[in-house]
């Protein structure tokens, strides 16, 4: 656990996992870890766990790289990178948590195979990545692309005005941050527990859409208008 401030020159902190080890780093608030010509942080060949709650800044622009193994890099709402955040290679997992509101810009990642959005808080995505994801808690705003399969699990909204890949809703589904549109590039399913809803324009005319370019299969929920 880190509640400082650490500076290196080649490397913030070099975790040097072992493959089948599994290490984790907690970057604690207020903390901060910065490097001048490498990542602030890189992992090693195990299944390594960073969770940011602080700093995490190159002068390089490689704020975090992971390494081989099955990674997992959660950033917190108050959470700060300054750089790209690599997931390496394995199946790695981007965790979006906290109890704030916080915008990730998608270009700024690369090799994460999975996304979690789990808490209370909210956050906007920006950008494109190819990945699944799901919406455990809280509120994910897709104003950019994720094109990977996704979820909604029940308790949880999905909102924005981008491009998601196919998915199933068990929670909330509210196209666009007021009135917009939000695309489904592949099926969308609504079950038992999930609602879509839909806001609409009285002066305007205009109202949500949800433009879903597979199939559309409601098995249950509700459409709140």
Do not use: C
């Not at 490689?62 to 955040?85: H, K, Q, S, W």
């Not at 839909?198 to 509700?222: C, N, P, T, W």
């Amino acid at each position: 656990t880190n509640r400082r401030l650490i500076v290196g020159e080649q490397i913030g902190v070099d975790i040097r996992s072992a493959a089948g080890v599994t290490s984790t780093l907690l970057n604690a608030p207020g903390a901060a870890i910065e490097s001048v010509l490498g990542p602030g942080v890189r992992g090693g060949d195990g299944d390594d766990r960073v969770e940011n709650h602080g700093i995490i800044s190159s002068a390089a622009n490689m704020a975090v790289a992971l390494g081989a193994g099955n990674d997992e890099l959660l950033l917190d709402t108050n959470a700060r990178l300054g750089g790209t955040i690599d997931g390496g290679s394995g199946i790695d997992t981007l965790a979006l948590a906290g109890s704030g509101v916080l915008a990730l810009d998608l270009t700024t990642t690369n090799g994460f195979e999975r996304l979690r959005k789990q808490d209370a808080g909210g956050w906007r995505l920006l950008g494109s990545g190819d990945m699944s994801w799901t919406v455990e808690a809280g509120q994910l705003a897709v104003d950019g692309a994720v094109s990977g399969a996704g979820a909604v699990r029940p308790g949880a909204t999905l909102s924005g005005t981008g491009v998601v890949g196919g998915f199933v809703n068990q929670g909330a589904v509210a196209p666009g941050n007021s009135i917009g549109t939000l695309r489904v590039s592949g099926n969308y399913e609504q079950q038992a527990t999930g609602t879509l809803v839909i806001d609409a324009s009285i002066v305007s005319g205009f109202a949500d859409r949800l433009e879903v370019a597979g199939q559309a299969v409601i098995k249950g929920g509700a459409i709140a208008v």
